[in-house]
């Protein structure tokens, strides 16, 4: 009778650290200038206010901002104005970057100064993406991924190459999909004018910012879900390894 009831009471401290959801996810919004001089990190954290995700942690070691007039929002952002993404991983300044801000979460828009700049080849710029996405995973082997295709241009002739980086980027990313670190690709190209949507050619208007927004939004949703979910299993494990621990209660 006495063993009986002890089950329940530690079946019902396991059951209640298995709900404790409360600990906040951290996001880390990584790329160059369109990431760091926008406005669509403000958009996305008003979206996620009065959702489940709302305590979002927005982490990075910057917090410039395109004059987006929110005071409210968590402007921590990994956005480098000017950076190529073939730059940042030879450099591995991405290792420290996630040393000094860990992340569940990480979005990653890049390759937009690989090709302006320096007219990089494709497979370069990939390879690139490739050591990205293992410095984040050697940073935390369960980080989950989201992957611009990148917005297209409304100056120069670089459009192009852009569509040839973005239609490399779909196989590339399934090819190291994994359970434990998932990759989603979302398409921050089709529907976005390169002139319309953009204030200087480069960079997202306010109109450009929605659209980056809603392209972000259900794949950072799979990535928070999926993150949860880790935490959820993580508490039940701890909480089971606790029962183990303390037969002397029976
Ligand atoms: C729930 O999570 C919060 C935030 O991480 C933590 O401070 C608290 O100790 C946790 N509670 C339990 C019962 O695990
Ligand atoms: C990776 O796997 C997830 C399921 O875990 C899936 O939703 C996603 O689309 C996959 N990504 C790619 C690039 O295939």
Same mark, same amino acid.
């Given at each position: 009778m006495v063993s009986v009831k002890l089950l329940s009471l530690a079946t019902l401290v396991g059951a209640a650290v298995a709900q404790n959801t409360t600990a906040p996810l951290r996001y880390m919004p990584f790329g160059d200038s369109i990431t760091e001089i926008t406005c669509w990190r403000a958009k996305l954290w008003e979206k996620l206010q009065g959702t489940d995700w709302a305590t979002t942690n927005f982490v990075g070691s910057g917090k410039n901002e395109n004059a987006c007039r929110d005071t409210k929002y968590d402007r921590d952002n990994e956005g480098h104005s000017g950076f190529l993404a073939i730059n940042i991983a030879n450099s591995k300044q991405l290792v420290g970057w996630l040393q000094r801000n860990p992340a569940d979460v990480i979005t990653m828009h890049l390759g937009t100064n690989d090709i302006v700049q320096q007219n990089k080849p494709v497979d370069q710029i990939i390879a690139a993406f490739s050591t990205l996405v293992q410095v984040m995973r050697d940073s935390n082997p369960k980080m989950k991924i989201v992957v611009a295709q990148i917005i297209p241009m409304g100056m120069g002739n670089y459009n192009g190459k852009v569509q040839a980086l973005n239609a490399a980027i779909t196989p590339w990313a399934a090819g190291?999909?994994?359970?434990?670190?998932?990759?989603? *690709? *979302? =398409?921050?190209?089709?529907? @976005?004018? !390169?002139? &319309?949507?953009?204030? =200087? !050619?480069?960079?997202?208007? &306010? !109109? !450009?910012?929605?659209?980056? *927004?809603?392209?972000? @939004?259900p794949a950072l949703v799979s990535a928070f879900t999926? &993150?949860? &979910?880790d935490q959820v299993a993580a508490a039940a494990a701890a909480a089971a390894a606790e029962r183990r621990e303390m037969p002397f209660i029976a």
């Amino acid at each position: 009778m006495v063993s009986v009831k002890l089950l329940s009471l530690a079946t019902l401290v396991g059951a209640a650290v298995a709900q404790n959801t409360t600990a906040p996810l951290r996001y880390m919004p990584f790329g160059d200038s369109i990431t760091e001089i926008t406005c669509w990190r403000a958009k996305l954290w008003e979206k996620l206010q009065g959702t489940d995700w709302a305590t979002t942690n927005f982490v990075g070691s910057g917090k410039n901002e395109n004059a987006c007039r929110d005071t409210k929002y968590d402007r921590d952002n990994e956005g480098h104005s000017g950076f190529l993404a073939i730059n940042i991983a030879n450099s591995k300044q991405l290792v420290g970057w996630l040393q000094r801000n860990p992340a569940d979460v990480i979005t990653m828009h890049l390759g937009t100064n690989d090709i302006v700049q320096q007219n990089k080849p494709v497979d370069q710029i990939i390879a690139a993406f490739s050591t990205l996405v293992q410095v984040m995973r050697d940073s935390n082997p369960k980080m989950k991924i989201v992957v611009a295709q990148i917005i297209p241009m409304g100056m120069g002739n670089y459009n192009g190459k852009v569509q040839a980086l973005n239609a490399a980027i779909t196989p590339w990313a399934a090819g190291k999909n994994t359970t434990a670190s998932p990759i989603w *690709v *979302v =398409d921050q190209y089709t529907g @976005y004018s !390169g002139s &319309a949507d953009n204030r =200087d !050619g480069i960079h997202p208007n &306010a !109109g !450009g910012d929605d659209k980056m *927004v809603s392209v972000w @939004y259900p794949a950072l949703v799979s990535a928070f879900t999926s &993150a949860r &979910a880790d935490q959820v299993a993580a508490a039940a494990a701890a909480a089971a390894a606790e029962r183990r621990e303390m037969p002397f209660i029976a």
